[in-house]
């Protein structure tokens, strides 16, 4: 077995027609090289073995819950260790998950012979015990020195709004992210996470990350600013103890390839700047709780299974004021961060959560082992009016919903392109409110000769389409209540992100361009003969947001 580094200086051509096993994880072939794999090389296929899922959840459990248990009764030191993205297990963003699959593929597969291709250098390194290369970043902290200034500067720019809020008895205070603008440039702003509904409450506040507001509103007297609670010793705190991490981050001993991959994801979090924005939230709530002391009330923050909503939690448990969570998106099996060990039973013993429909509720319970008083079903906060959909308003073959990750992103655009052929088929494409690479991602769909609409809403898109095509996003969810087919694409290498577990007419899989080339004509004709009722109230709640409360 031979293990080839993919990248951009990789000559591919002397490689033709022969066995290849593709244990690429970051795109390589669709970002360097526009070739469809399946045509240039004899792929092999990987094997369908999970082990690598559990061992990967039980380690990283085995390892906070030691991380924890070492920790005298000091916040602080517990949400160092919190800042430590990889401890939150978050997939679909540090890749650590995909690394222990390709170990454990290339570990079953023994033929001598076989080619693989790898474009991960952690786990090309290891194998070949090849030099590591270091960069800048691993050496120098600037990207520290950067959150620092960033933060610094937030915290002015809080400081010029001064809050008017008068806490009362029974508070609700809401951690939101930002707001989203309303189209018709009217600045009339929905909270990204809770909509409008977070203003529906006799005494509501609404916690704001001041970097996400835009200075032409005029700041509600409910709003407050997550900065605006940092005081300018706390940064320098933030900063000293990030250094402190930077140069000697947490690691554990090494028996295995699995603990050096891990080590480095660790040493990978306080040198991306990950630790230091988690960090920041540490001070942040520790100065909130001063703010509401003597208080009762509740704390109703995003549940996405974040670093920082595990330092909210321990900054809040010894206090009367409960944290309640808001799960508020769709969940598939790529999304580990859910997952329930014996760590999150040590970190969220006084919290619970609502989430949002009936299949999500389920998977809590059944994939994500979460104890069922735990959490309820709430109202789905963030749906929007649906507008109805007429076949004959269609001026684009494809829809594609883009997530929020660029490398899948790439992946599916790619997919669309290279199964389109020599068709003429206009394309439509939808970014994710939170989608990375824009730049890199604008590029492409001009080099696709893809179109978009910024001003539409994900219903004026879907009436215009006659397919929707997508990838790891809960939009599909939304798109339930059109009559109109789903295909999902498989853009993940080990574990399926779709957030529609059912099979049913008008909801397909594809794997292979070939294979969607084919059926892709008798899907343009379907004509509104698809009808996803049975299904749709599994996934979006029935009750009524404005006579749901959290409670």
């Not at 890749?95 to 012979?113: G, P, R, T």
């Not at 929007?384 to 494809?398: A, D, L, R, T, Y």
């Not at 997530?403 to 003429?424: A, C, P, R």
């Amino acid at each position: 077995m031979q293990l080839i580094y993919i990248n951009r200086k990789t000559n591919i051509a002397k490689y033709k027609n022969k066995d290849v096993l593709n244990l690429c994880i970051y795109g390589s072939f669709e970002k360097y090289f526009d070739v469809n794999l399946s045509e240039y090389f004899n792929i092999i296929k990987p094997h369908k073995s999970l082990e690598f899922k559990s061992q990967y959840l039980e380690k990283i459990d085995k390892i906070a819950c030691e991380l924890v248990s070492n920790i005298s009764d000091s916040n602080n030191k517990l949400a160092q260790v919190l800042s430590y993205r990889t401890l939150s297990k978050l997939a679909v963003s540090d890749n650590l998950v995909d690394k222990f699959w390709v170990n454990e593929q290339i570990k079953s597969f023994k033929s001598s012979e076989l080619l693989v291709f790898v474009d991960d250098i952690d786990i090309y390194n290891l194998y070949t015990f090849g030099r590591v290369k270091r960069r800048l970043s691993s050496i120098v902290p600037y990207k520290q020195i950067y959150y620092f200034l960033i933060f610094l500067n937030n915290k002015f720019k809080a400081s010029r709004h001064k809050s008017l809020i008068t806490v009362k008895n029974n508070f609700k205070l809401f951690v939101g992210n930002k707001f989203e603008v309303n189209k018709n440039g009217t600045y009339i702003y929905d909270e990204y996470f809770f909509s409008k509904y977070w203003n529906n409450y006799s005494n509501p506040i609404l916690l704001l990350n001041v970097g996400e507001w835009n200075s032409k509103i005029e700041i509600g007297k409910e709003v407050l600013f997550k900065e605006s609670f940092l005081s300018i010793i706390d940064l320098f705190n933030l900063l000293f103890v990030s250094l402190k991490h930077f140069f000697k981050p947490i690691q554990i001993v090494e028996n295995s390839i699995e603990d050096c991959l891990i080590n480095r994801n660790l040493c990978s979090d306080v040198k991306c700047g990950s630790f230091i924005d988690s960090y920041q939230n540490f001070f942040v709530y520790k100065n909130v709780l001063k703010f509401l002391t003597s208080m009762n009330g509740e704390l109703v923050i995003p549940h996405e299974g974040r670093s920082y909503e595990k330092i909210i939690c321990s900054v809040f448990k010894d206090s009367p004021i409960r944290v309640i969570g808001y799960a508020h998106f769709p969940v598939s099996d790529r999304i580990l961060n859910y997952f329930y060990g014996n760590f999150e039973s040590l970190i969220y013993s006084k919290f619970s959560f609502y989430t949002l429909s009936e299949n999500n509720f389920n998977q809590f319970k059944d994939l994500y082992k979460w104890p069922i008083s735990k959490f309820r079903i709430g109202a789905h906060l963030k749906s929007k009016p649906v507008k109805s959909v007429f076949g004959k308003c269609k001026s684009f073959e494809i829809l594609i919903l883009l997530g929020n990750e660029l490398i899948q992103n790439i992946k599916l655009l790619t997919f669309v392109k290279h199964s389109l052929g020599n068709e003429q088929f206009k394309v439509l494409v939808r970014l994710h409110p939170s989608a990375r690479g824009l730049k890199y991602l604008k590029q492409l769909f001009l080099k696709f000769n893809f179109f978009r609409i910024d001003e539409n809403s994900l219903s004026e898109d879907v009436e215009l389409s006659k397919i929707i095509v997508y990838g790891d996003t809960g939009a599909a969810i939304d798109c339930l209540n059109f009559n109109v087919p789903l295909c999902y694409i498989y853009d993940d290498n080990c574990l399926l992100s779709d957030r529609i577990f059912e099979e049913i007419d008008g909801h397909y899989r594809f794997h292979d361009i070939n294979e969607f080339r084919l059926m892709l004509p008798s899907l343009l004709e379907c004509d509104m003969s698809v009808s996803f009722e049975a299904i749709k109230r599994k996934y979006i709640s029935s009750l009524n947001p404005q006579l749901f409360s959290f409670e």
